[in-house]
């Protein structure tokens, strides 16, 4: 099993520009989340799904979509990008109804100019 | 919603000695408190988790307490080693939200 992949690992944008940071997973989890890591804030919750076909927003949700169209993938969508937004992003995923242990991706380094 | 509160954001501990990070929450709900471990450039990863329903729980080194009534919990780590050295981040979440609310991590060194 790969786990829970996150592509790219770094990426440098423009401001205005959009991208799609990718995440997969292998491990049939019906939960996957979205999270940006900044210095001295934690881990922040972006989006979030519970399942195909559903999503939420978590506590910073503005300037980013998701979608979930298969169990497998959350791609997280960035529509036009800010300074602001300049972050390290990660993936995360666990069983849905399971207040269990969340699955991490590396991250995916993100710098908006 | 819930908030996590964690402390210190720093520490600075010589090899051998223990290091407490404490974290307190706001949602008398939250059922589930994990404890993550993140190594420079990785994502981070689950070292301990504690349940509502126990007091306390122990895994060689790391050990987690909890007290409901106050709403806090803290991870200990004994006789540290350098390569405990990383970021550590507390977390609250309860079964019908699954969503996980982080602290803002310790940041925690080990001199050898």
């Known amino acids: 099993n790969a786990g829970v992949t996150q592509t790219p690992k770094f990426q440098v944008l423009k401001t205005g520009q959009s991208m799609t940071l990718q995440c997969a997973q292998d491990m049939n989890h019906e939960y996957m989340s979205w999270y940006r890591q900044d210095p001295g804030m934690g881990l922040r919750l972006i989006h979030y799904s519970v399942g195909a076909g559903i999503t939420d927003q978590g506590e910073v949700p503005n300037g980013y979509n998701v979608s979930r169209s298969t169990t497998e993938d959350f791609p997280l969508r960035l529509l036009s990008a800010a300074p602001s937004q300049t972050s390290v992003y990660f993936c995360?995923?666990?069983?849905?109804?399971?207040?269990?242990?969340?699955?991490f991706g590396e991250g995916s380094r993100l710098t908006v100019l | 919603g819930e908030n996590v509160e964690q402390h210190p954001s720093t520490l600075s501990v010589q090899e051998g000695d223990s290091a407490v990070i404490k974290c307190t929450y706001s949602?008398?709900?939250?059922?589930?408190f994990p404890w993550y471990k993140q190594e420079l450039g990785k994502g981070p990863q689950l070292i301990i988790d504690i349940r509502s329903n126990v007091g306390e729980k122990k895994d060689q080194r790391i050990a987690v307490t909890l007290n409901k009534t106050a709403k806090h919990f803290s991870l200990h780590i004994t006789e540290t080693q350098p390569e405990d050295s990383a970021v550590y981040f507390c977390?609250?979440?309860?079964?019908?939200?699954?969503?996980?609310?982080f602290g803002d991590g310790t940041t925690l060194t080990v001199k050898p």
């Open positions: 949602d008398s709900a939250s059922n589930y």
């Open positions: 977390a609250a979440s309860h079964t019908n939200a699954g969503k996980s609310t």
């Open positions: 995360a995923s666990k069983f849905q109804g399971d207040t269990g242990e969340l699955f």
